[in-house]
C-alpha cells in the first residue's frame, strides 16, 4: 500500500507541479492540490478504461 501512495506523491510532486508552491496562503495552495489529485484520478481512470478495451 505504501507504494501505491508513494506513487501518488511522486506524480505530485513531478507532473502535477507541487514541489513549490506557487501560491501564497494555505486555502489557494488546498486548492492546487486538489485539482492536481483530480488530475491525477482523470488520468487513473482513463488508463483503467483502455486496459479494459479489447479491438
Known amino acids: 500500500k505504501r507504494k ?4 501518488i506523491f511522486g ?5 502535477g507541479g507541487m514541489r513549490k508552491s506557487r501560491f501564497i496562503g494555505q486555502a489557494k495552495t488546498q ?3 486538489f485539482i492536481s489529485g483530480a488530475a491525477y484520478n482523470l488520468l487513473r481512470i ?3 478504461s483502455d ?3 479489447k479491438a
Do not use: I, N
Open 46 to 48: 482513463a488508463k483503467l
Open 31 to 33: 486548492m492546487a492540490a
Open 51 to 53: 486496459s479494459g478495451v
Open 4 to 7: 501505491r501512495v508513494e506513487e
Open 11 to 15: 506524480w505530485l510532486k513531478t507532473v
